[in-house]
């Protein structure tokens, strides 16, 4: 345990020097006043020992004298160490500039040497690349012979090449415009052949037709509440939108009469004869999906498509 506590002193000495020693230098000289006073305090308990009181006082100033003395010391021993470890430290930092500026000095000479080198290797380059060069211009001015009959042979066989590319393009643009041609024709047809069979059909079903919309405008004329006053000469038109099960979906006036309680009246009836009688006929259902009423306060509605 004692030599743990050995080593660690011994550490924080290096590390802290100048503290320690002014901690000890302060700790001497309390001990010292403290055995003084103890001293003082034992001249004044009455014995018959005792001396007179200016003898024991004379005795208190030399303890403190040498006190001082031995502090003195202390502080001069510390002062002279501290001088000697800056004149350690001084001389250390003399050899180490010099040991620096010898190496600075020493890789200068390196750079130079190394540039020098460099300097004459790019020299021996410099010709070594001029002789190539003469080299490769001689060379260059046969491949440029050689390259220019070899472009005129693939010039050549561009021009034959883009001569066929053309012709190709022309007949795939030719048959490209002819089939779309064809479908163009094929759609017109087709178009035409559907609005043949619908005109067919509007023909073959029109009475079962005139039958739901005569249902249809009886049932929103029973819903219909004209209010009074109203312009007789005035009507208004109505656009109906209704589902596949006839339920009505949207109305709204396309052509107003001008009277608002007349065309809030006849939104009012469509919307009360919902749903609709439609056919069950599916391409017919799809006939009755958008229906457009006149409207006239003389309760009289009018299909207008």
Known sequence: MLKLIGE???????LYPNFLSACLVH??????IFMSLNNQAKVYKPTAAVKSPTKVVKAVAIDNKAVAQEVKRLVEKQ?????????????????????????RARLAEQKRLARLKRERAKQAMAIKKQQQLAAKRKKAAQAKLAKLKKQQQAQAVKIAKAKKLAKAKAAAKAKAAAKAQAAKQAKAKALAAKKAAHAAMMARYQPVINRFMGLIINQVQQNWIIPSGVNHQAQCKLLVTVSATGTVLSARISQSSGDQALDRSALAAVYRASPLPIPAIPELAAEFRQLSFTVHPTGYLDNSG
């Open 79 to 103: 002062r002279a160490a501290r001088l000697a470890r800056e004149k350690r430290e001084r001389h250390l930092q003399r050899l180490i500039t010099k040991a620096k500026a010898a190496k």
């Open 27 to 32: 700790i001497i000289a309390f001990t010292l």
């Open 8 to 14: 660690k002193v011994q550490q924080y000495w290096q």
